[in-house]
């Protein structure tokens, strides 16, 4: 029937419309958990407490690389430093490196091209509805002089 082609169409629009929005360029993105070690810089110089040792706690100074095990926690980021021992620091401590361009441009491209194919969706979807109303003579909300 007429509505069911109707709603399907609307429901790919819709769809369409949705995983626009999921896109975001990479560097406007919250960073999760990560899923390997990274290189990461610390910004001040901290006496962090070593991992599985509470009474232990070992000097990183500003500039230093470590390497960044694990960011499930807000707050409280565990690295490695260069000796190998794994650290707890505080997580604004911690730069990581800037988002590679590359992948931000892909993103925003990507983006950009779903919301062309939304667009041309809506297009069609509202052809298709000017179409089945001028063949069933549904008249819209306009007098007759018009």
Not at 99 to 105: F, K
Not at 136 to 145: A, D, F, N, T, V
Request: hydrophobic content about 45%; overall charge neutral; proline content about 6%.
């Amino acid at each position: 029937s007429m509505f069911s082609a109707l709603s399907m169409w609307q429901f790919k629009a819709d769809q369409l419309s949705h995983r626009a929005r999921l896109l975001a360029p990479c560097h406007l993105r919250r960073p999760g958990a990560i899923t390997e070690a990274t290189w990461c810089r610390c910004l001040a110089a901290f006496s962090a407490r070593v991992v599985g040792k509470p009474s232990e706690f070992e000097t990183v100074f500003a500039d230093e690389e470590l390497q960044l095990l694990d960011n499930s926690d807000s707050w409280l980021w565990r690295v490695r430093s260069l000796r190998g021992r794994e650290l707890l620091l505080p997580a604004p401590l911690l730069l990581l490196p800037p988002p590679c361009r590359p992948a931000v441009d892909a993103a925003e491209e990507l983006r950009r091209q779903l919301e062309v194919a939304e667009f041309a969706e809506c297009a069609r979807l509202l052809a298709r509805i000017t179409f089945w109303s001028l063949a069933l003579g549904i008249k819209g909300e306009y007098s007759e002089s018009e």
